[in-house]
Every structure is written in C-alpha cells, then in structure tokens.
C-alpha cells in the first residue's frame, strides 16, 4: 500500500470488449508522485487499463476514483490526467512551440503572452530550451518525444499517462530517455502512469509495477521485491531470467528442506517459500547471477557443484553460459562477470558451481 492518499483508485474494474473480458477484476491504488508502470507482454489488458484511468473507455463495471471523485460519466477532457501516446502525434510542419501550444487550445482563459511563457516552461522542462522555433521534422527521435511529453505536461495534469512512450526509439536513446524520464518525474512531482512490456524499463523507472496477465494483475511490487520474490513461476519467468529445477518439499520440525535436481539438499526459508505450499513435488526457480563459475581452485564461498558448459554467449562485460548439471533435462543459465585475468570458459568443459541457497525461490508444482 502507499503512504500517500492514492490518486487513482480503481476497484474491481471489468472491461469487457463484446464477450471478450480484457479487464478482469482490477484493484488497484496509486500514489500521488509515484513513478508507477503497468508490465505484461501483448494483450494482457495494460493499454485498456490505461486508456480507462484516462477516460478513452468505459468500465463494464467496477469504479475509478482521481484525486477521490467518481470518474463514472466524466469525460476525458475534464480528467485531471494526460496521456503521451506510443506514436507521439507531433505536427511536423508545425514548429515546437506551436506543437507544445497545441497542449493549451482549450485554454481560451490564457492570453497569448501566458501561453508563450507556459510553452517556454514546457521546453525547459523537457531539456528543449531554445527548440522552439525549430521545425518539429528537423528533429531526432528522442527530441520528438520531448515534445510530446511538453505538450502533454504543459497543462501540469495530476497524473501523466504514458502508452509505450519509448517503444519507437533505438536502444541507446531509450535507455538515455530513460533516465531523463525519471529525473523529470521526480523534478515535476506528477504522478506518472506508464504501459510497458519491457521489464527492464519498468525496473529501472518505476517505484512500484504491477505485472498483468490475462486483464489481472498477478503481483504488484516494488522492482526489488518483485524481482527478487516473484510470487509466482509466471512473473518469476517474465521478469528477467530464472532457471527452474524440479524439487521435492521437506518440511521438518524446525525448518523446511528441498531437494534439488543437479544440486542437491538446501535449507528454506518462509520467505523464500510461499505460505501453504504441500509438501512433496515442487519447483525452485534460481536467478543467473546467484550462480558463478569457480575457477582454479577458488573455494566455494556457498554450496558446490559441477557440470558442463553446454553454450555460452560472450556479451562484452559479461559471459552467459548455459551448464548441463547431472540429472536435470535443461541446462541451467548462470552469468559472470568477466573480470580482468577471468578467462572464459569453451563449450564441453567442465566447471564448478557454487550456488547459494539463501537465492532459491521455492513455487508449488
Ligand atoms: P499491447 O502491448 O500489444 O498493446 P496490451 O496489454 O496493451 O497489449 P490491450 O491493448 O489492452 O493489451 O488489449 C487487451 C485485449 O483486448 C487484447 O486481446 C485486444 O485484442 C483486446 N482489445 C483491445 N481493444 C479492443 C477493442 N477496441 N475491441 C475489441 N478488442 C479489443
């Protein structure tokens, strides 16, 4: 839950697209000033869920409160909420100032000095100062998208709605944007809403996700806890990578026990395990990086085992090796820093593994 009083409010929100139910069950509460993402792949509902808090759909049923008001019959243009679409809508043969004005054209109570200022405001912002007599086609992809988050903030909305806003730009640029994006949250202190299905994106920018599937959000978390304890095998899977082994529950008088394929026997605790879970077949999930390679020697600084290196992928600054354990089908993925003097190690060869059992996630089969 939030500290803050929440801003948007949704409770138990359907939407339905003729017998189609893309929004099933919402609840959910965000924070005035939170940095909150919406995470699923391709049709899980995040877009419809986004597009009702912006009042661009209806609820089949369920309410929506902004700032604590019935949004039910109110429309889009009397929301205290603004949205920056995926494709950015700029005018090209307009120049940037009349592009970040075109935020204001409802605003017959400004005079066209006010409008100036707040448009040179908007730029500020945005990192676009001195653009504004620019033509809005002479620009880069990443000051387009500047423009539109001008435009889109300009009018100083409660919550800023982002629909994929980053999707259309190259890799580089979406990271640098980013950070520029987050900087400008926390600088304009607007809650920002955005839609991604790119979960690094979404950990690195958000305070809190919430990860849908199926028009429901299957857990909502800070990016630690939700990287760290996914509540389910589905968000474990979607949220970076995980190895899953088989297992089998243990549990004893003082601790619970597993016994892992390819690894062996751990301890587990409560947290790494979820409440309830039967005893018996059960599935653990383990992170790449809780995982290394030791080389020459090294003592293990955790739990031992070994296999073979089945594949790898050499990144720059990092080696992915996929190693085939005995007794389990799939090989395991583990990452290593490749450090100065750390050799990598080719296909066939054998290594040892050390594991740590305090990174083991315990799911129900
Ligand atoms: P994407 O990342 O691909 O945009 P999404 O998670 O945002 O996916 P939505 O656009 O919310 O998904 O769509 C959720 C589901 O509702 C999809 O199956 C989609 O086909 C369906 N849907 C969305 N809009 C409509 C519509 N206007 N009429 C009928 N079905 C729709």
């Not at 869920?49 to 019935?70: M, P, V």
Request: aromatic share 6%.
């Amino acid at each position: 839950m939030t500290t803050t009083p929440p801003i948007v409010s949704l409770r138990d929100v359907h939407k339905y697209y003729g017998t189609y139910h893309a929004l099933r069950g919402i609840d959910l509460d965000i924070g005035a000033g939170e940095f909150f993402s919406l995470l699923g792949p391709s049709g899980c509902g995040k877009t419809t869920l986004l597009r009702t808090i912006a009042g661009f759909e209806d609820l089949s049923s369920g309410t929506l409160l902004l700032s604590g008001q019935d949004m039910a019959g109110v429309p889009a243009n009397r929301r205290p909420t603004n949205m920056v679409f995926q494709s950015y809508a700029i005018f090209p043969h307009l120049s940037v100032a009349e592009n970040v004005a075109f935020g204001l054209r409802r605003r017959s109570d400004l005079n066209r000095q006010a409008k100036a200022a707040l448009v040179e405001d908007a730029l500020d912002m945005v990192g676009l100062d001195g653009f504004g007599a620019r033509a809005a086609h002479a620009l880069s992809g990443g000051q387009r998208q500047r423009v539109a988050l001008a435009r889109a903030l300009i009018l100083k909305p409660k919550v800023l709605l982002l629909d994929e806003p980053l999707s259309a730009l190259d890799k580089k640029l979406r990271e640098q944007m980013q950070n520029e994006l987050r900087r400008l949250q926390r600088h304009v202190g607007i809650t920002f809403v955005l839609v991604t299905h790119d979960q690094e994106e979404a950990l690195i920018m958000s305070d809190r996700i919430a990860v849908m599937f199926e028009g429901e959000i299957a857990q909502l978390a800070d990016p630690q806890t939700l990287y760290r304890r996914p509540t389910s095998r589905q968000v474990a899977d979607f949220i970076g990578v995980m190895n899953f082994l088989p297992a089998s529950l243990t549990a004893g008088s003082t601790a619970a026990s597993v016994e892992i394929a390819g690894l062996g026997r751990a301890a587990i605790t409560p947290e790494q395990c979820p409440a309830g879970m039967p005893t018996g077949d059960c599935t653990i999930g383990i992170r790449p990086e809780t995982m290394s390679i030791l080389f020459d020697g090294e003592p293990a600084p955790a739990r031992e085992t070994s296999g073979q290196v089945h594949e790898l992928a050499y990144y720059g600054d990092m080696t992915y090796y996929d190693i085939a354990l005995d007794g389990v089908e799939k090989p395991v993925t583990l990452s290593m820093k490749n450090l100065v003097g750390r050799r990598v190690l080719e296909r066939g060869e054998t290594a040892r593994i050390s594991w740590d059992e305090r990174a083991l996630i315990a799911f129900a089969k």
